[in-house]
Nanobody, 123 residues
């Protein structure tokens, strides 16, 4: 059984960098041609896909967030991470990690999700 768990600060000040980590258990993130995504949901709004990292380390980030977003992985810890720079209150949302997502025009359905973590951007 694959499980994902997000971790990171719940409160970030405007203009700072948000860093979140997703710890995966139940299988290596480098196996099976899987892709691993970050998704967020502001209160009262729909899900927004942010970006993805594949088993081989290649990444693809939403064009809307490309200038501020990077995704990386640490295979020794079976984790992948999100960094979002220059945050504003509009970045306040529940952030999720999940297995699946978009890459190079192809979509793989999400099959496992983390429980989500609330991040608030406020001074």
């Amino acid at each position: 059984q694959v499980q994902l768990q997000e971790s990171g600060p719940g409160l970030v000040k405007p203009s700072q960098t948000l860093s979140l980590t997703c710890t995966v258990s139940g299988g290596p993130i480098t196996a099976g041609y899987y892709r691993w995504s970050w998704i967020r949901q502001p209160r009262g709004k729909g899900l927004e896909w942010m970006g993805v990292i594949r088993y081989d380390g290649s990444t693809y980030v939403s064009p809307a967030l490309k200038s501020r977003t990077s995704i990386s992985k640490d295979t020794s810890k079976n984790q992948f991470s999100l960094q979002l720079t220059s945050v504003t209150p509009e970045d306040t949302a529940v952030y999720y990690c999940a297995r699946g997502g978009w890459y190079s025009g192809t979509y793989v359905q999400y099959d496992y999700w983390g429980q989500g973590t609330q991040v608030t951007v406020s001074s």
